[in-house]
C-alpha cells in the first residue's frame, strides 16, 4: 500500500496490481481509502452483499467506458487498448460490455514517490497493432486537498478518442445513502435519465429516500460546460467532499446504491498521433 500523508489527510493508495487486476478500471493511483484528521472517512465500494459488481473501489478512473478505443475496427482474438489497464482481448463479435472480464495483457506501470505528500504513475505502452499512448497521473496533497494532475499523450499511428472519468465510490463515515445526502453542482441541470428515488431541482440532486435498488441519473450533452464544481454534503453531519473539475466536461452520471453514492464527470479524450492532452480533478475533503 502507497501512503500519503499531511497533517490532515492519510490517502490509501493500492500498489498497481497488487489487489485490483481486472479490465475495467485504471490500475494506476486507485485510492482505497482517505482519512481527515485521524478519524473521518470519505471513500467505499462497488460491491455489496447482492451486487459484487466489477470490484470498483474508492477513487477509481476509467478510460472508454462506451467509447473503447479501437474495439470497432478489430476480429475476435485480436487486441485492443484500454488505458491505465494495458490491452484487452476482442473474445467475440458482441459490443463492448464493460462488466464482462476480457483477457488482459498488463502495461507496466512505474511509480515515483520522493515525498510524503504527493505520489507519480506511469504507464507506457505500445502494441503493433498502432496504438500507443504515456499516461502520467500524479496525486499530492495540501492541507484537505488532494490534486490528481492527468497527463496523457498519444505515442501512436492512430488517432485516440475516448472518455474518461473517476468512478468516486463515496460513502461519509459509513452514514447510509439516502435523503441525508444532497448533491450541489455549478451549472443547471437537465437529466436525460432519472431512475431510482431522485429529485433534480435547478443545480440541487437530492434522494428522496436509500436506494433499493440503485440510483442512476445522466446528463448526456455537456459540451459548454468549462471547469464545473460540485460539493456532495451528509447533512445532519456536515460531513462532505467538494471537487474542482478543471476541464471541459463531456457527460455527468450519478450512481448509487444504500452504502456508495457515485457523482462521475467525464472528460472527452481526442488526441491526433503525437497529441498531448491534461486535466485536473481537485477534491476537497471537509
Known amino acids: 500500500m502507497i501512503t500519503l500523508h499531511n497533517q490532515r489527510l ?6 498497481p496490481g497488487s ?12 485510492c482505497q481509502q482517505i482519512t481527515l484528521d485521524g478519524c473521518h472517512t470519505y471513500l467505499s465500494q462497488e460491491a455489496s452483499e447482492s451486487n459484487r ?12 467506458i462506451t467509447t473503447p478505443i479501437g474495439y470497432a475496427e478489430i476480429g475476435p482474438g485480436e487486441w485492443f487498448p484500454k488505458i491505465g489497464v494495458g ?6 463479435r458482441e459490443p463492448y460490455d464493460f462488466f464482462s472480464d476480457y483477457p488482459i495483457q498488463p502495461a507496466q506501470i512505474g511509480v515515483e514517490q520522493n515525498r510524503n505528500d504527493a505520489v507519480t504513475f506511469r504507464q507506457v505502452a505500445k502494441n503493433e497493432g498502432g496504438w500507443g499512448w504515456d499516461l502520467e497521473k500524479t496525486y499530492s496533497l495540501s492541507e484537505t486537498r488532494l490534486k490528481i494532475g492527468y497527463a496523457l ?6 488517432t485516440i478518442c475516448t472518455e474518461a472519468y473517476n468512478h468516486n465510490f463515496l460513502q461519509f463515515d459509513r452514514h447510509t445513502i439516502g435523503p441525508d445526502y444532497t448533491l450541489q453542482v455549478s451549472f443547471s441541470l437537465q437529466l436525460a435519465i432519472m431512475d431510482g428515488p431522485l429529485t433534480a431541482k435547478n ?10 435498488p440503485h440510483i442512476y441519473a445522466q446528463q448526456p450533452d455537456c459540451a459548454s460546460l468549462q471547469n464545473v464544481q460540485w460539493s456532495l454534503i451528509h447533512q445532519p453531519s456536515g460531513h462532505g467532499v467538494r471537487l474542482q473539475e478543471q476541464f471541459a466536461l463531456y457527460k455527468f452520471a450519478l450512481w448509487g446504491m444504500y452504502h456508495v453514492i457515485s457523482p ?5 479524450i481526442d488526441l491526433e498521433p503525437g497529441a498531448k492532452q491534461n486535466w485536473e480533478r481537485v477534491y476537497e475533503f471537509f
Not at 489487489?19 to 486507485?30: P, T
Not at 499523450?153 to 492512430?158: A, D, I, P, S, Y
Not at 443545480?203 to 433499493?212: G, H, N
Not at 462521475?264 to 472527452?268: G, P
Request: aromatic letters at 14%; a negative charge.
Open 10 to 15: 492519510v490517502v490509501q493508495i493500492q500498489e
Open 19 to 30: 489487489n485490483y487486476r481486472r479490465s475495467r478500471f485504471d490500475w494506476s493511483g486507485i
Open 53 to 64: 459488481g466489477t470490484e470498483g473501489i474508492g477513487l477509481s478512473d476509467e478510460f472508454g
Open 87 to 92: 490491452f484487452l482481448q476482442k473474445t467475440s
Open 153 to 158: 499523450e498519444n505515442l501512436g499511428e492512430k
Open 203 to 212: 443545480s440541487l440532486l437530492r434522494l428522496t429516500e436509500t436506494p433499493k
Open 264 to 268: 462521475e464527470f467525464f472528460v472527452w
